[in-house]
């Protein structure tokens, strides 16, 4: 988002030159440079020998299953925002996430930072957000997500992953 007016004091941003970042609004009352910044969000596949923990949201894809995700919190670094969304959307504890690579999603300003984690303990709670959470095969998953281009690209490098670590 580009800001116009200043969130603190509702002014209107001047343009101060930043000499590595060309112009950037700048309110003066605040002394705040408002840089042009995507909005973070992560996406998780859990696994848990050959399962994958998965949501069906139908607000967000009708007809798919999808990976577990959500908007970083300020004041939370990344891999405390998986572990966090997987408790908050399944019950589920998860451990060692491991970054898998990002997207950037023009139309909503996002920037989707992709993570494969491995279940710890618990058992599926389904939270108010979601429809349905469960576990599914890793070799079906891909068939049901239709809609939803990210996480399956996220299951594959999640498939790749498993196959190195096998071999
Ligand atoms: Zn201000």
């Known amino acids: 988002m580009k800001f116009k007016y200043c969130p603190i004091c509702g002014g209107k941003l001047q343009e101060k030159y930043s000499y590595d970042e060309g112009g950037v609004p700048y309110c003066p009352v605040d002394d705040v440079m408002y840089f042009d910044t995507p909005t973070p969000c992560i996406i998780v596949a859990v696994i848990r020998d050959n399962m994958l923990l998965m949501l069906k949201q139908s607000y967000t894809f009708k007809n798919s299953n999808v990976l577990v995700s959500g908007y970083v919190n300020t004041g939370e670094i990344v891999e405390e925002t998986v572990l966090r969304e997987v408790k908050e959307e399944t019950g589920i504890i998860a451990g060692q996430p491991k970054y898998l690579g990002s997207y950037y999603l023009d139309s909503k300003e996002i920037i989707m930072l992709t993570f494969m984690a491995h279940y710890e303990s618990g058992e599926v ?37 498993i196959k190195n670590t096998n071999n």
């Open 125 to 161: 709670i389904e939270s108010e957000e979601v429809d349905w959470a469960g576990w599914i095969c890793i070799d079906d998953a891909l068939n049901e997500m239709a809609e939803d281009k990210i996480g399956k690209s996220v299951v594959k490098k999640v498939i790749e992953e």
